[in-house]
């Protein structure tokens, strides 16, 4: 996948959650994506059902569903992050070998320190 693919990706999901009001990041690793996504249960609902749909898309796993009341990536309609780091916790929550959890803090830590 090229950088200029992921580009097109990233601003067609952010123009796409910004109608629904949907927020969340998007993190890469080799041949992975792992996504979060934060608004209204029937705004997420159909984004995944979009995404599952998408033909560019395949084995798409819900690893990780968590309610909360505030919203951890308000500022971000659809940010993708490319780090090492992050790239490795994807991995490792797909292969069930850590808690996606992990992978959760970390993208959240990385919201927070953003100085957008």
């Not at 109608?19 to 969340?24: A, F, I, K, P």
């Not at 609902?45 to 599952?52: D, F, K, P, V």
């Amino acid at each position: 996948m090229t950088d200029e693919i992921l580009k097109q990706i990233a601003a067609k999901a952010r123009m796409n959650n910004r109608r629904l009001d949907v927020t969340g990041v998007l993190a890469l690793a080799p041949g992975l994506f792992a996504q979060v996504l934060e608004g209204t249960s029937e705004a997420v609902e159909a984004t995944l059902q979009r995404i599952q749909a998408d033909s560019r898309h395949a084995d798409v796993r819900l690893i990780l569903d968590e309610r909360t009341l505030l919203r951890h990536f308000d500022r971000w309609s659809m940010e993708l992050l490319v780090d090492d780091e992050s790239a490795r916790l994807t991995v490792e929550a797909r292969q069930g070998g850590s808690d996606a959890s992990a992978l959760l803090e970390r993208l959240r830590r990385q919201h927070a320190e953003d100085p957008r």
